[in-house]
């Protein structure tokens, strides 16, 4: 299976939505990693909720990169051009 193969769809209805604090946090952690990279757990350990991930690949700011070999169920994720947007000031 490969990362392409989630269940997430993207909803054309979110185009003008804006993250929530938590969501925001999140991306703007993939700012300066190579390729976009997420991380997988916040500054103080804990893992990131599978349901605010979730919620930004289905709002096209970020995007599954590869599945976990050792744990499949944690989506690995990068962002995307439209999430760098939510830290680009022209974009407004």
């Not at 054309?12 to 991306?27: E, I, K, S, V």
């Not at 757990?41 to 976990?68: L, V």
């Not at 050792?70 to 680009?88: A, S």
Request: a positive charge; glycine letters at 10%; one cysteine or more.
């Amino acid at each position: 299976m490969d990362a392409a193969n989630t269940n997430i769809r993207r909803d054309p209805d979110f185009a003008g939505a804006r993250p929530t604090p938590a969501q925001r946090n999140w991306l703007g952690r993939g700012i300066d990693q190579p390729g976009g990279k997420l991380p997988l757990f916040d500054r103080n350990g804990k893992r990131i909720s599978p349901r605010t991930i979730r919620s930004c690949i289905e709002q096209g700011w970020a995007e599954p990169w590869f599945i976990n070999p050792v744990k499949p169920d944690w989506l690995v994720c990068k962002l995307t051009d439209r999430g760098r947007e939510i830290f680009d000031p022209g974009c407004d």
